[in-house]
């Protein structure tokens, strides 16, 4: 006989919140602090202190101008990010094909900061004690692909990303790429490849909730 539904939200709240699975790495990087330190009684106290100072998470959400990305961003920051963790705002853009513009990288990057500046103010009015930061990446590779790097190269805890809702021909099209091993969108290819939690979230309209998708649970309700 299966498990109530009470205990299955009660274990993916846990999960988003630094539990189980998602808290991991964390007691990976004390086990590693501790066999460094070569001694387990010398300096405890110290080492305590240190690890209740970085004992958060790096929760990266990746961003952008849509209402699934600020959707998202507001469902991390009611449900999964704590006041001891960091936020870090994703944003991957492409680069160029043709280079007749005379606009730089670093102006690009410039604006690709101010286009999303608004969702680091929305952090900070939200978890003001919360370290925000913006991280943009311009790349020529598949997007997915780059999430799933930069989030391990930041060490990212979890990974949040806004999906939207899906058509029945989207549908179609997705398992007829999955049977051909040709995979699906970027948010399928960063849930099953990354190494960190990877959630999507997709907000049900007339406030009816959030539905979330992991490599374990798919479109599974939440109400927030």
């Given amino acids: 006989m299966g498990k109530p539904a009470g205990y299955w939200v009660n274990k993916i709240r846990t999960s988003f919140k630094g539990g189980s699975s998602s808290s991991k790495s964390l007691d990976e990087g004390s ?28 929760v990266m959400v990746v961003v952008d101008t849509t209402s699934q990305s600020k959707n998202a961003l507001q469902w991390a920051l009611t449900q999964c990010v704590q006041d001891e963790d960091n936020i870090t705002l994703l944003h991957v853009t492409k680069t160029p094909v043709a280079q007749a513009t005379d606009e ?25 004690n919360v370290k925000t930061e913006i991280v943009v990446v311009e790349t020529a590779e598949e997007k997915g692909k ?59 309209s007339n406030n009816g909730g959030y539905l979330i998708t992991t ?8 109400l927030a």
Wanted: positive net charge; hydrophobic residues 30%.
């Fill in 146 to 204: 780059t999430i799933v790097e930069e989030a391990k190269k930041q060490g990212a805890g979890v990974l949040v990303l806004g999906q939207r809702k899906r058509t029945s021909k989207w549908r179609v099209i997705w398992k007829w790429r999955a049977k051909r091993g040709m995979g699906g969108g970027v948010v399928e290819y960063c849930i099953h490849n990354s190494e960190c939690m990877a959630i999507a979230v997709r907000k049900k």
């Fill in 31 to 58: 086990a590693s602090g501790s066999r460094k330190n070569g001694s387990k009684n010398q300096k405890t106290e110290e080492g305590n202190k240190k690890g209740e100072a970085e004992s958060g998470r790096k």
């Fill in 104 to 128: 730089t990288q670093g102006q690009r990057n410039s604006r690709a900061h101010e286009q999303v500046h608004p969702l680091k103010n929305l952090c900070q009015l939200k978890k003001p």
């Fill in 215 to 222: 490599k374990r649970h798919k479109d599974f309700w939440l």
